[in-house]
């Protein structure tokens, strides 16, 4: 199975200052289409699930331009530019190239 | 608006089975490619199951031989028949649209005796 090694598992930020979240793969995620199916998860407190990146750099509707994903292959990154209030909760990568999809291990995201 | 409305889950016993049910509306659900996705408590997210729309399905091996992954196109609903339920399937259990675009709120399964 594909490994998605997250960091940091925390990351206290002060409201208004970027924050930037690592998720690397045990194998590279370019499918044999040339698409790289790597997607970042928003979970708030006491709620369900929310795509916001997927295909690595592609923001779903509504997301926050904030709110930004890159990276290549093996390596890649979620970036929120300026943090607000209503960011804080645990953030996953999850692959979607190999069976079985893997996600992350989570990154908490928490005001100072 | 797309909606996904799980339904099924409760308190059951180690050994026994629990079938779930995943309503969708909003959309023209035969097409679209379906999956269950876990949560323990306290825990991080699993990926269960997936079942394109065409009707090829894929197990993770935790639940492989246990779980039983379907869904009618005539009623837009999914189901997953959990059976030989262990303690280590307690969970929260949520079905997602296509690679997560979209979530139901989840169902929780208690197994415990």
Redesign the interface.
């Known amino acids: 199975d594909v490994v998605m090694t997250q960091s940091p598992l925390s990351l206290p930020v002060t409201p208004g200052q970027p924050a930037s979240i690592s998720c690397r793969s045990s194998q590279s995620l370019v499918y044999s289409d040339g698409n790289t199916?790597l997607?970042w998860?928003q979970?708030r407190p006491g709620q369900?699930?929310?795509?916001l990146i997927?295909k690595v750099s592609n923001r779903?509707s509504g997301v926050p331009d904030r709110f930004s994903g890159s990276g290549s292959g093996t390596d890649f990154t979620l970036k929120i530019s300026r943090v607000e209030a209503e960011d804080v909760g645990?953030y996953?990568c999850?692959q979607?190239t190999h069976?079985?999809?893997?996600?992350?291990?989570?990154t908490k995201v928490e005001i100072k | 608006e797309v909606q996904l409305v799980e339904s099924g889950g409760g308190l059951v016993q180690p050994g026994g089975s629990l079938r779930l049910s995943c309503a969708a509306s909003g959309f023209t659900f035969s097409p679209y490619s379906m999956n269950w996705v876990r949560q323990a408590p306290g825990k991080g997210l699993e990926w269960i199951s997936y079942i394109s729309g065409s009707g090829s399905i894929y197990y993770a091996d935790s639940v492989k031989g246990r779980f039983t992954l379907s869904r009618d196109n005539a009623k837009n609903s999914l189901y997953l028949q959990m059976n030989s339920l262990r303690d280590e399937d307690t969970a929260v259990y949520y079905c997602a649209r296509s690679q997560g675009q979209y979530w139901g709120q989840g169902t929780l399964v208690t197994v415990s005796s």
């Open positions: 199916y997607n998860f979970q369900s699930p929310r795509r997927y779903e645990v996953y999850m979607s069976w079985p999809w893997t996600f992350g291990q989570g």
